[in-house]
Nanobody, 126 residues
Framework: QVQLAESGGGSVQAGGSLRLSCAVSPDTYRGTYTAWFRQAPGKEREGVAA????????SYADSVKGRFTISQDSNKNTVSLQMNNLQPNDTAMYYCATGPVVRSFERLQKTAYTYWGQGTQVTVSS
């Protein structure tokens, strides 16, 4: 059973930073991509960033480019999301996800992912 556990959420003021982590178990599991999604109240879950496991190549939604950085550790079973210059519209529940068959064109689409964490709340105040 593949499990994902997010950590690192919290409350910050606008302009602040947070770092989220996603631990994937078992540590031998390797999805094609691992991604971060977010969902604000009343909104659809949207892809924020994804990383291609084999090469570490990242992808970002336009809304976070230049502010968020996704990375993975050398064992490729922990994926982090460094979030800088946070804004109130970044407030959401953040989820990590992974899956065995994620094609490049769908790497930021929630329907492509099989395994999900429980989420961690990020709140940004103005």
């Amino acid at each position: 059973q593949v499990q994902l556990a997010e950590s690192g959420g919290g409350s910050v003021q606008a302009g602040g930073s947070l770092r989220l982590s996603c631990a994937v178990s078992p540590d031998t599991y390797r999805g094609t991509y691992t991604a971060w999604f977010r969902q604000a109240p009343g909104k659809e879950r949207e892809g924020v960033a994804a990383i291609y496991t084999s090469t570490g190549i990242p992808s970002y939604a336009d809304s976070v480019k230049g502010r968020f950085t996704i990375s993975q550790d050398s064992n490729k079973n922990t994926v982090s999301l460094q979030m800088n210059n946070l804004q109130p519209n970044d407030t959401a529940m953040y989820y990590c996800a992974t899956g065995p068959v994620v094609r490049s064109f769908e790497r930021l689409q929630k329907t492509a992912y099989t395994y999900w964490g429980q989420g961690t709340q990020v709140t940004v105040s103005s």
